[in-house]
T-cell receptor, first 111, second 115 residues
Framework: AQRVTQPEKLLSVFKGAPVELKCNYS??????LFWYVQYSRQRLQLLLR??SRESIKGFTADLNKGETSFHLKKPFAQEEDSAMYYC?????????????FGAGTQVVVTP | DTGVSQDPRHKITKRGQNVTFRCDPI?????LYWYRQTLGQGPEFLTY????????KSRLLSDRFSAERPKGSFSTLEIQRTEQGDSAMYLC?????????????FGSGTQLSVL
């Protein structure tokens, strides 16, 4: 069965410093990968997905099939980036929308 | 607010009681999902509707759980004979019709506490 691992429960960084959130997955097929974010007192929302190869709010994520990773990066963290971040996967054999989430990483950006 | 609406926001119940949650998806979204999130974990998939048809159910959904979407609009999730292990945040999400890879729009959730 597929699995998503986010090894860091908490990541504390200073404003302006680079931030990288790690995400590793186990799945033998071709997954679709996402990063979802939940800001304080807001709903869970999509940040970005690997097929779009886009940069959202300065964040990028590259799918590395060899290392089965989908790490989220931002070169200069801002205080408004403080949030809970979840990496998620959809297996190619699963219904679209059946997301497998990691446990999440809490990011705290301090001034 | 035109987003996904969930009611109630909080529910406290005693073990053994039945509870029902409601989800109103974004208008014209034909797909609706239920997830459950326990403390310190990411959301876990429970079930999925396309219009009124329930197309998939997770093994997490024991026979005490039932979900409906009778007219392809709002959905209800019922838990019978609640147990303390059912305490969690129950999230609903919807997505529009399409070929796939659209994003899920989540509601604010219903926090269930079973005493």
């Amino acid at each position: 069965a597929q699995r998503v691992t986010q090894p860091e429960k908490l990541l504390s960084v200073f404003k302006g410093a680079p931030v990288e959130l790690k995400c590793n997955y186990s799945y033998s097929g071709s997954p679709e990968l996402f990063w979802y974010v939940q800001y304080s007192r807001q709903r869970l929302q999509l940040l970005l997905r690997h097929i779009s190869r886009e940069s959202i709010k300065g964040f990028t994520a590259d799918l590395n099939k060899g290392e089965t990773s989908f790490h989220l990066k931002k070169p200069f963290a801002q205080e408004e980036d403080s949030a809970m971040y979840y990496c998620a996967l959809i297996a190619s054999t699963d219904s679209w929308g059946k997301l497998q989430f990691g446990a999440g990483t809490q990011v705290v950006v301090t001034p | 607010d035109t987003g996904v609406s969930q009611d109630p926001r909080h529910k406290i119940t005693k073990r053994g009681q039945n509870v029902t949650f409601r989800c109103d998806p974004i208008s014209e979204h034909n797909r609706l999902y239920w997830y459950r999130q326990t403390l310190g974990q990411g959301p876990e998939f429970l079930t999925y509707f396309q219009n009124e048809a329930q197309l998939e159910k997770s093994r997490l959904l024991s026979d005490r759980f039932s979900a409906e979407r009778p007219k392809g609009s709002f959905s209800t999730l019922e838990i019978q004979r609640t147990e303390q292990g059912d305490s969690a945040m129950y999230l609903c999400a919807s997505s529009p019709r399409g070929t796939g890879s659209e994003k899920l729009f989540f509601g604010s959730g219903t926090q269930l506490s079973v005493l």
